[in-house]
């Protein structure tokens, strides 16, 4: 499997620069890209941009900004999902939309500006979205004429960043992804920096070891196959077997593995990621919880979240759609304990009424009874969206589910 | 090489998602070896018989062999096959001398529009991916169409998590894209996994293939030996050629795929 990185930090921090430095040093991008880029600027009367690889809305090329995510595979030591994300704020749904599976990070900052808005908000928003390992590239190392002391004054100020929201330990790297500097290539005149350009970095990454987790298995439907019920879905974690015996919540239905189908045919086993249907002699819902006796989902129907809000405001007493696997269903904003202020991740006010847009929270969901988990245990039970009106507006993390 | 059973799966869970939400979903298949992929994959999501009907947008251009290998797999997967042509079109003699934006719009996307109307579709299963084009690498897999099957690629939607957007009004209806995330190469070897049945015209004769299939006046063949799908999957790993070389549509004018898309393109 490929590892998905996502590139974020303030606009024009040069993100886009630097994963298209990427594919064209690695030659990854086909011959004619050059040539259809070269094209649209003659037309557009623009100057050559490692962005234009990424940013292919006419409006991303006239506005000279990335509007929404992209992304690519690119092949160093194992393969990356590179993900591009817009930059401004008024963009951070298309940023969350691409970074929420993100296993690394590179936050960009640039070494003329420093820290700014975005540098903070994405850092934060990386945080809340659990993603644990984190490069710094310190780019336009080329308007500061290389120099270390800048490179060491941005990193520490990024540094301190990241330490409040929880972060050590993070490798900061001085490039330029415009003129090619410890991107794909080592740089030549920073001879101060003898560490490992962003390319290196990516290719040591240890992968996460997975700890083996309960079996959760998310039901999305039953089909009915001539004499058959089959319960299909998808194992979120741990692992199912055949034989197994089953509890199904918050129906509360109960059943044992017969058979694990797949078409054609059949397997023993299925694992976390597996898409495949069950035969139980029992019927389960959509939205329903699978796991084993012995560590069974447990429903529950008041839990502590973490909320960023994207769109409109979030009161006490207000309702929302939730979707959590594939349970959706109605929840209530029981009470705003922490209104958090989305840039710096400090807490604004305690105990307040409501929260406006681009704002975070901490709050406490009431629902019919349902299968979540807390996000630090089984993370893919541990996240959901809010919508209204079916929109999609906003997503939360589980913190506590015994409360 | 990426794993072939991760792609599947998610793409699996995709299509079982559109089951699930929508009322009347239908499936566009093109006979190439994306949109082949995707009915493979569907009929692997329902254990064999695809439940909802598979929409073969017509413009009389298409190759011959195309349709005889439509006609033969229609038959032996027992697919619901609905063939869309938009015949005032025909009648009025549209064609790629009428410039290619004219011709794609008012032969695939108003042929399409129609059929949506005829049918009531609120969401339609389509093999587009990533890699083919930058404009759909900016696609979501859920992606809303309005009433006048514009894309407001301005305002996508939220998407995170495997929680896709549902329908947002009246008329609208959602584009899926369960195979976004696969690359040529990856369906190729699929292909090859799976021993799936595959239209020849993409298996080179006389030094020449077809490496992308359209419409017969606006398709070109590729430079190319690889006759079977080992060499094409060999030829993927070192050619230094885009995917679309051969297609007229994306290079007429610069942003023209957008514009197409925007209005409803495929």
């Excluded at chain 1, 008041?302 to 269903?329: I, N, P, Q, S, Y």
């Excluded at chain 1, 541990?382 to 015994?402: P, W």
Aim: aromatic share 8%; glycine share 8%; with cysteine.
């Amino acid at each position: 499997m490929s590892i998905n990185v996502v590139i974020v930090g303030h606009v024009d921090h040069g993100k886009s620069t630097l994963i298209g430095r990427l594919l064209y040093d690695s030659e990854t991008l086909p011959d004619d890209k050059l040539a259809e880029i070269q094209k649209l600027l003659e037309e557009y009367k623009k100057r050559f941009e490692f962005a234009y690889f990424l940013d292919s809305f006419e409006e991303e090329l006239k506005e000279e900004r990335t509007i929404d995510t992209t992304r690519v595979l690119f092949k160093g030591k194992d393969y990356y999902t590179i993900v591009d994300v817009p930059g401004h704020k008024q963009f951070i749904k298309n940023m969350l939309t691409g970074a929420c599976h993100a296993q690394v990070a590179v936050l960009v900052v640039s070494a003329p500006d420093g820290v700014q808005e975005q540098t903070r908000r994405h850092a934060f928003l990386l945080h809340m979205l659990g993603v644990q390992n984190i490069f710094v590239a310190v780019n336009k190392m080329d308007l500061v004429d290389y120099r270390k002391r800048v490179f060491q004054e941005v990193s520490e100020e990024t540094a301190r960043l990241l330490s409040s929201l929880g972060y050590s330990g993070a490798r900061f790297i001085p490039i330029s992804a415009m003129e090619g500097d410890n991107v794909y290539k080592p740089s030549g005149r920073m001879e101060w920096y003898q560490g490992p350009t962003v390319i290196q970095s990516l290719d040591g990454i240890e992968p996460d070891k997975v700890a083996e987790k309960p079996l959760r298995f998310i039901v999305q439907d039953v089909y009915r196959l001539d004499s058959e019920k089959v319960i299909v879905g998808r194992v979120e974690s741990g692992t199912l077997r055949s034989g197994d015996k089953l509890i199904f919540q918050p129906s509360g239905m109960k059943g044992r593995v017969e058979k694990i189908k797949v078409f054609p045919g059949e397997v023993d086993e299925a694992r976390s990621g597996d898409s495949m249907g069950i035969v139980t002699g029992c019927e389960a819902k959509r939205g329903d919880v699978g796991g084993h006796l012995e560590n069974p989902p447990t429903p529950v129907d008041k839990f502590l979240v973490e909320v960023v809000l994207l769109e409109g405001t979030l009161k006490r007493g207000d309702e929302f759609e939730m979707k959590c696997g594939a349970m959706r269903t109605k929840c209530l904003v029981s009470e705003i304990k922490e209104r958090i202020n989305s840039e710096t991740g400090e807490v604004m006010e305690k105990n307040t009424e409501e929260i406006g847009e681009n704002e975070a929270a901490t709050v406490v969901l009431k629902t019919e009874p349902l299968v979540v988990e807390k996000f630090s245990e089984i993370p893919e039970l541990g996240r959901f969206i809010l919508a209204r009106n079916r929109r999609n507006i906003g997503a939360g993390i589980v913190l506590e589910v015994a409360i | 090489m990426l794993d072939l059973n991760d792609l599947e799966n998610r793409t699996i869970y995709i299509v079982r998602e559109v089951y699930a939400e929508f009322k009347s979903p239908a499936v566009l298949w093109s006979m190439g070896k994306d949109s082949t992929t995707m009915l493979w994959l569907c009929r692997k999501a329902f254990f064999g018989k695809i439940p909802f009907p598979v929409i073969h947008i017509d413009t009389g251009y298409k190759f011959r062999q195309m349709y005889k290998f439509r006609d033969e797999i229609a038959r032996e997967w027992g697919l619901e096959l609905v063939v869309a042509k938009n015949e005032e079109a025909v009648k009025e003699g549209v064609g790629p001398e009428d410039g290619k934006f004219e011709c794609c719009t008012r032969l695939k996307t108003e042929a399409l529009k129609r059929c949506l109307e005829k049918y009531g579709f609120d969401a339609l299963i389509l093999a587009i991916r990533r890699d083919e084009h930058g404009i759909r690498a900016k696609e979501r897999y859920f992606s809303p169409r309005n009433e006048n099957f514009g894309w407001d690629y301005r305002d996508q939607p939220l998407e995170m998590w495997d929680q896709f957007q549902g329908l947002l009004g009246e008329g609208t209806h959602m584009r899926v894209h369960p195979i976004l995330h696969w690359r040529e190469l990856d369906v190729w070897e699929y292909i090859k996994r799976e021993g799936m049945p595959i239209n020849p015209m993409y298996f080179a004769e006389n030094g020449r293939r077809y490496r992308s299939l359209g419409c017969e006046p606006c398709t070109l063949t590729i430079e190319s030996n690889a006759a079977n799908i080992d060499e094409i999957v060999e030829e993927l790993k070192i050619t230094r050629v885009a995917e679309r070389a051969g297609r007229a549509q994306d290079k007429e004018r610069v942003f023209t795929m957008q514009k197409l898309r925007a209005l409803g393109y495929m």
